[in-house]
Structures are given as C-alpha cells and as structure tokens.
C-alpha cells in the first residue's frame, strides 16, 4: 500500500483537479481492491487491473459532480488541486490549466501513459477500449496539451 | 511507430516533470483504509497482497522463524531440490558477470526442518552482486516482504548469501537488490507468470 497509495493519489488528483475528491476516491478504492482481490487473476500485471478500479472511480466521481468542468468554467483551480509536492510555479500552473481542459478520456489516457508510464496494451485493459483507440487518445492529448502550453506560454 | 519517441518531446518532459512528483500521503488516510478493511472479510489472496505492498504481517515469516530454531537445535538431513528441467545447474559455482552489480547464483545441499505446518526444506541462495548494498530474497515463501529474509555477505566483494526455509512445492522468488532492483536468479528458471510485472524466477522443491 505504501507503494500503490501515492501513485493513485496523485493519478486522482490529476483526473479529479480537487485533492479532497481524489482521498475519497483513492479510498474507495482500495476497498474495492480489497473486495475484488479473489478475482484477480494470480500472476497477471497488477497495474492495469488496479488502475482499472481507480480509473472507474474517478469516472463515476466525475459524473456525480462535474467539477472539472466547472473549474473551467470559474477560469481557475483550487489551491489544493496542486500535487502537494509540485511548487506551483508559471508553468506547472500552466500544466495543470491544460490538463484540465483535455476531454477526461484524454487525461485519463495521456495519465496512464505519461506519469503512470503504462504501456498501450495496459491501457487498453485499464480502460476498457480497444488499443488503437488508447493510441489515439494519447496522441490527442499530447497535441492538445503542447497546442495549450505554446499558446499560453508565448500570450501568457 | 515508436509512439514514445514521438510523443515524448521536450514539452511532454517538461509536463512529466511537474506531473510525475508523488503526493505525500498522511499516515491517517492508509490507517482508515487498513481499519476498514480490517473490518471485511478477508479474501485469502489479500495477506500475501497486503504484504507484496508493505503490509505488516509475520505468518510465514514467523513460520520460518520456527523453522529455523529448529534448525539451530540440530538436524541435518538430505532435502531436495529440484530445479526446472531447463534450469542451468545449481551446482554450478557462482559466475561473476562483467562489470557493476552483476549477478550469478547456486545451490548448496538444501536441508530439510520441520515446522508447525509440515517439513520445510532448507534451501542456500547464493548472488554475485559485488556493488550492491544490500539484498534480500523475496518470494512466495516469505509472503513477498522484502525484509524478511536479508543476504548476507561476508566482506565487501564477496557473493551475498542466504538460507531460507521453504515447503516443498512450486515457488516463485526474486532478489531485491538496494531495496528497489528486482532481479531474477540468473541461475534458474524465469517465471512465465511474472506477477506484476516484476522478474521472478522459479524453483521447485521436493517433498523430503
């Protein structure tokens, strides 16, 4: 746990943008896990099986609240949207803005892929759709977020 | 196409430099996942789980502890292990690989205790790591707990070693090396199965 906790922490609270949401969804979670552990399969990856359970969370916390497309709307992130761990300068303020403008199957892709360096075909397990659709989410993503830094960083 | 080669350009590094960075998680938020489930049923999967990922919890542990008292008491005995029909030979003496941590294992003659539980099976890890700091074994017989079962070495340069006690049985283990490097046993079996992701190999061990 004391491996597996902060990472999905912090995949929470890049998906959720709201650090009380992203502990609520990281706990309830892993009580997930727990009761779904006799149906893991013994010896298969355990990564996309437990991201699965984390991804699915957070998208039914997103469902039930709507928050970050309100934040996008308010122009803003709460304070405590910010990985505790990040100081919040121009530009990791500035990522996280673009992060939480990317359609959430993009963030949830582009996550998976490059903070929780997954490969595609485990994506693809994670989310539940087929590999070349994960592939073009990843791409969307990257071109999406290097569109919205350049743009915010050359009119910032 | 070498997608992370060409999405991994510089903006997508600088985004994983402030993405990447862990939380700091409060003791409290792990405690009140560990009180709730404590409070569920437990799945018998969910010990060795709770252990593959930090979790106290000394059964094997304190199964082997008895074991090896026992040991130190007095038996030697001609166990048996058996390594996979492909494996090299266990006999073989450990084989210093070129350059930095390099890796090579072997056997010596396995004995066998009794325990509680039934007869386990002593079993003598050996691995050439002359620039590690530390290594352990960790396995399904330990529960995966990466303290529990520490090689040891006699000097600087000398091969790390280990005795463990183990039933017999189909046993998945790996070394982890500095706390963090899992590594296979050069020497035997990899597993096919290799559980999350990690190096595993694989030894079998006959019942005394």
């Known amino acids: 746990m004391d491996a597996y906790y902060p990472r999905a922490l912090r995949f929470a609270t890049q998906m959720l943008g709201d650090a009380h949401d992203a502990e609520e969804a990281v706990q309830d979670s892993w009580l997930r896990v727990h009761d779904a552990l006799p149906r893991f399969i013994e010896g298969a990856p355990f990564d996309p099986w437990f991201f699965r359970i984390l991804a699915n969370r957070c998208r039914s916390a997103q469902v039930k609240r709507g928050r970050f497309r309100a934040l996008i709307e308010v122009g803003e992130l709460p304070a405590d949207a910010a990985t505790p761990a990040v100081t919040m300068d121009e530009w990791s303020t500035e990522v996280r803005h673009a992060l939480a403008q990317l359609p959430s199957e993009q963030r949830e892709a582009f996550l998976l892929r490059h903070v929780e360096e997954l490969e595609y075909d485990e994506i693809a397990a994670a989310t539940g759709v087929g590999l070349s659709a994960v592939r073009m989410r990843v791409k969307r993503a990257c071109d999406a977020l290097r569109t919205l830094l350049d743009e915010a960083m050359t009119h910032g | 196409m070498d997608d992370q080669r060409e999405q991994r350009d510089e903006t997508i590094e600088r985004m994983r430099a402030v993405l990447t960075p862990l939380p700091s998680v409060a003791p409290s938020s792990i405690a009140r996942v560990l009180a709730a489930t404590a409070h569920r049923r437990p ?4 010990a060795r789980f709770g252990e593959w990922i930090g979790t ?3 059964s094997l542990a304190r199964a082997g502890a008895l074991a090896a008292a026992t040991l130190v008491i007095g038996f030697v005995a001609r166990g048996a292990l058996r390594p996979d029909a492909n494996a090299p030979s266990v006999t073989q003496p450990p ?13 010596a003659p396995p004995l066998q ?9 002593a079993v003598q890890l050996v691995f050439d790591a002359p620039d590690a700091r530390s290594v352990s074994v960790v396995g399904d017989f330990n529960d995966w707990q990466p303290t529990a079962t520490p090689m040891r070495r006699l000097e600087a340069g000398q091969p790390w070693s280990a005795l ?23 020497r035997a079996t990899r597993a096919k199965d290799d559980d999350f992701g990690k190096p595993q190999s694989v030894l079998f061990v006959q019942a005394p």
Do not use: Q
């Open chain 2, 56 to 58: 106290p919890s000394l």
């Open chain 2, 43 to 46: 799945p018998s999967a969910w």
């Open chain 2, 164 to 186: 463990v006690l183990i039933p017999p049985g189909r046993h998945a283990y790996a070394l982890l090396v500095d706390g963090a490097r899992w590594v296979a046993d050069p």
């Open chain 2, 113 to 121: 205790a009794a325990n509680a539980h039934g007869a386990l099976v």
């Open chain 2, 95 to 107: 084989a210093a690989a070129a350059g930095g941590a390099s890796t090579a294992a072997a056997t």
